[in-house]
């Protein structure tokens, strides 16, 4: 995957840092590809942060995921890099991310990664 990907994604200022509050953003068409068959996999992504001084731009985030739509990777893959990549950049007290993918098989997946900002 390029580092280009990530060039998409923007944040802007949270206006309540100093605020614990939650967001919460479902992205019910993320689609990608099986890397063994080429098969396209569709998925909801379901993201919960809890901001710090950044906010993930709405737009910018489903033009960064429409990215994977040509995309060989496992769920397990995206999922985690997807995570890494708003951590680097909006660098949230937590985030959460809950991939719940559609049947392939008869079985369905879900993968769950979460953030928890190290404090010092």
């Known amino acids: 995957m390029s580092e280009s990907f990530t060039e998409v994604l923007e944040v802007f200022d949270n206006q309540f840092p100093e605020r614990d509050y939650s967001i919460q953003i479902v992205c019910p068409e993320f689609t990608s590809l099986c890397p063994k068959t080429g098969q396209p996999d569709f998925g909801v992504l379901t993201f919960t942060y809890i901001p710090d001084r950044f906010c993930v731009e709405l737009k910018s985030l489903k033009m ?8 060989g990777i496992f769920y397990e893959h995206a999922t985690n890099r997807i995570v890494d990549n708003l951590v680097d950049s909006i660098k949230p007290r937590r985030l959460k991310c809950e991939a719940a993918f559609t049947a392939r098989g008869g079985i369905t997946t879900k993968v769950t990664v979460e953030y928890l900002q190290e404090t010092d």
């Open 64 to 71: 960064y995921l429409q990215q994977f739509r040509n995309e």
